[in-house]
């Protein structure tokens, strides 16, 4: 009996033991969140699109596989959020802010000789690196962020404990609050549109006449807003960790999973592992990484991952940091792990996964395939030439009052015309429903082989509508029905959201562009019922209960280094 007495004494140790190791894991988790909290970044998105440069989460589209991450990112919407990680050690604080977007893309047409290579899926960001002090939240020394496999060194001007390469700092951080002399908060951060480096924004952030091109994204403590245009001024994100989300899910590697491959990692124990490190998402050749996956070519003996991993061996190999020392507290990305899944595809033999370099090589030989596919003439040259050079035909979205007033419709109705109503800084077009309306775009360049469906954001309040696109290739005069697709509209009172696969139609001619695009809203009786005409923008909001108002139209197309692949 008494045995069994001493049993039940060593089992309940051990359970009140484990129970107190949680509850201080709990505790340091907590103060770890205050901490990312305290020093979130006030970031300056700079937008070219009206949408693929907003901030997300990996899992924006209600699902973790990241291979169509690319078509679903015009129809979802992008509330903002930022993962964040917190490595501790005994004298510092490593917090690092990464952002995703489901695309890198291009709006430009010609970067050098050939268009850009995109992929699906984009991760980039930085780390703050705090100094503890006798105050609850320590003083920052260093921010480094990554831009395109390149990090960029900002010191705290207001108080150096930095020395940088040979090459020196890239700069300062830029801080829009300050708490004392060597205290501050709010460190600021530009992400650059379509391809989304991450800098060190500038000092002109703190001119109080500064207008910023793009999104300013906060930790409002608003939770995760969708910005209400490409030039939103105020916009709250979410934290979200990394820890119990993309380090999680870092063995979900395979087809429709969140990783495509996976590369062999040095634990603290002294042995390996393999983790995934390339975001799965085809397009582009699976060429977005989480930051374990992260690594600038130029920087030495600092192996793929270990800046974000081993901060303590990758910064001190790469600066001359006072008092940069110690161990680690809480490190859970160099621990080991639950043994090494031997099944899992590595990044070296992946058959999707490509460097920048092959993916560039594949473009410009793709681009010489399609230039010379018909002949050596100059005529059959530059025919496929000006298909391939896109000139202003990269992005095509409409979504401002300018944009909208470039389509025109017929037949207006006297009192119930369409018109463009702006409310704080989105447009929309509201068109009543009526008989006998149809609205146009304006003529447009576009090849079939990269732009191939239609997305709208929209409100509809008539059950059972259905919309039809007409397109005309170049050279057509008029819309025929057999150049059409029909879909259907939700009634909502709230914004919809749908795409309409063009290229799924049998009269759908990849070698051609195109150079016009009509929609017609049609009833459940297959009545015409919705036009708009740029010619009466400025008369008054119609007056008619029933209408179909539109947030954004966007004639969407495949990614450039994807088509040159295939």
């Known amino acids: 009996m008494r045995r069994l007495s001493h049993v039940y004494v060593v089992g309940f140790l051990i359970l009140a033991g484990g129970m107190a190791w949680a509850g201080v894991r709990d505790t340091q988790k907590d103060s770890h969140r205050r901490l990312a909290e305290y020093y979130a970044p006030v970031i300056y998105q700079e937008t070219k699109s009206h949408v693929l440069d907003f901030i997300t989460r990996f899992d924006f589209d209600g699902d973790w596989n990241g291979a169509n991450n690319w078509q679903n990112a015009y129809t979802h919407e992008l509330p903002g959020y930022v993962y964040y ?3 501790e050690s005994t004298d510092h604080f490593f917090i690092t802010y990464t952002f995703f977007h489901p695309r890198d893309y291009t709006g430009r047409p010609l970067e050098g000789f050939a268009p850009k290579t995109e992929h699906e899926n984009d991760m980039e ?5 705090i100094e503890k002090d006798r105050t609850e939240w320590g003083k920052p020394i260093l921010l480094e962020t990554l831009a395109h496999d390149h990090f ?8 150096r404990r930095v020395k940088g390469p040979s090459s020196g700092l890239d700069g300062s951080i830029v801080f829009l609050k300050k708490v004392d002399d060597t205290h501050h908060r ?8 379509e391809g989304h480096g ?23 403590g608003r939770g995760a807003e969708v910005p209400k245009g490409a030039t939103d001024p105020d916009v709250s994100y979410e934290l979200i960790s990394i820890e119990e989300t993309l380090w999680s899910r870092r063995l979900d590697v395979g087809k429709d999973q969140a990783y495509c491959c996976a590369d062999r990692y040095s634990t603290s124990g002294g042995r390996t592992t393999l983790l995934g490190s390339s975001f799965n998402g085809p397009i582009g050749g699976c060429a977005a990484k989480p930051p374990w996956g992260w690594d600038d070519p130029q920087d030495g003996a600092i192996q793929k991952g270990d800046w974000f991993r081993d901060p303590l061996f990758a910064y001190n190999e790469q600066l001359r940091i006072t008092g940069l020392k110690g161990r ?13 899944d031997r099944s899992l595809s590595l990044c070296s033999e992946s058959s999707v996964s490509q460097d920048l370099k092959q993916s560039a090589t594949s473009t410009l030989l793709g681009i010489g395939k399609i230039l010379f596919s018909g002949g050596l003439s100059r005529k059959q040259v530059g025919d496929k030439a000006r298909q391939l050079f896109l000139s202003d035909a990269v992005l095509l979205e409409w979504s401002s009052q300018t944009e909208f007033e470039q389509w025109h419709w017929d037949k207006p109705v006297e009192g119930l015309s369409p018109a463009v109503v702006t409310e704080g800084i989105s447009s929309q077009l509201r068109i009543p429903l009526l008989q006998n309306f149809n609205f146009s775009s304006p003529r447009i360049r576009a090849p079939a082989q990269y732009f191939d469906s239609l997305v709208m954001k929209y409100k509809c309040s008539v059950a059972g509508a259905r919309a039809k696109v007409f397109w005309v290739y170049e050279g057509m005069e008029t819309f025929d029905e057999n150049y059409s697709e029909t879909f259907d509209l939700k009634k909502a009172d709230d914004w919809a959201l749908t795409r309409i696969e063009l290229s799924r139609s049998r009269q759908w001619d990849r070698s051609k562009s195109v150079g016009q695009l009509k929609i017609e809203v049609l009833s459940p009786t297959n009545e015409k019922i919705a036009s708009i005409d740029s010619r009466f923008l400025g008369s008054p909001t119609p007056t008619t209960n029933n209408q179909f ?18």
Do not use: M, Q, W
């Not at 960001?125 to 690196?129: D, F, K, S």
């Not at 954004?552 to 692949?565: G, K, L, M, Q, V």
């Open 549 to 566: 108002v539109i947030n954004y139209i966007i004639f969407d197309r495949s990614a450039f280094a994807d088509t040159f692949a295939r």
């Open 125 to 129: 960001g930085c780390t703050l690196l």
């Open 328 to 340: 680690y507290l809480h490190n859970p990305y160099l621990e080991e792990g639950d043994g090494e």
């Open 198 to 220: 991450v800098k060190g924004a500038s000092e002109s952030v703190r001119d109080p006449s500064f207008k910023h091109p793009g999104v300013i994204y906060r930790f409002a």
């Open 186 to 193: 709010e460190p600021a951060i530009y992400i650059e549109p």
């Open 152 to 159: 960029f060194k900002y010191d705290n001007p207001h108080y």
């Open 85 to 87: 990680a917190v490595i």
